[in-house]
Nanobody, 123 residues
Framework: QVQLVESGGGSVQAGGSLRLSCAASGHLVSTYSMGWFRQAPGKEREGVATVDGDGNPAYADFAKGRFTISRDNAKNALYLQMNSLKPEDTAMYFC?????????????????WGPGTQVTVSS
């Protein structure tokens, strides 16, 4: 079992930045793919970015060039640096852990989820 807890969400204006953190316990994050997903009201959950067990990142098209995912194995934590935020980035953001080679395109492969942290971007 992996327990995940997100933090760092909040309200920002368009163009601003936020850094999300995910603290993991129970198992080492280095033994899983770790990812960030988001869900806006009335929409399906979608992948934002993942980093696999080898440390290779992958990003959804909307995240490329604006978001950076990173993993700190020593702290057993996952981060998402979000820059140039847009109102359409408003959503609940979730941290998740999955098999060693999972990626953001397959959220159903991720079996462990945090409760989420809200990100609101105003225009």
């Amino acid at each position: 079992q992996v327990q995940l807890v997100e933090s760092g969400g909040g309200s920002v204006q368009a163009g601003g930045s936020l850094r999300l953190s995910c603290a993991a316990s129970g198992h080492l994050v280095s033994t899983y793919s770790m990812g960030w997903f988001r869900q806006a009201p009335g929409k399906e959950r979608e992948g934002v970015a993942t980093v696999d067990g080898d440390g290779n990142p992958a990003y959804a098209d909307f995240a490329k060039g604006r978001f950076t995912i990173s993993r700190d194995n020593a702290k057993n934590a996952l981060y998402l640096q979000m820059n140039s935020l847009k109102p359409e980035d408003t959503a609940m953001y979730f941290c998740a852990a999955g098999p060693f080679y999972a990626d953001y395109e397959a959220p159903t492969d991720f079996h462990f989820w945090g409760p989420g942290t809200q990100v609101t971007v105003s225009s």
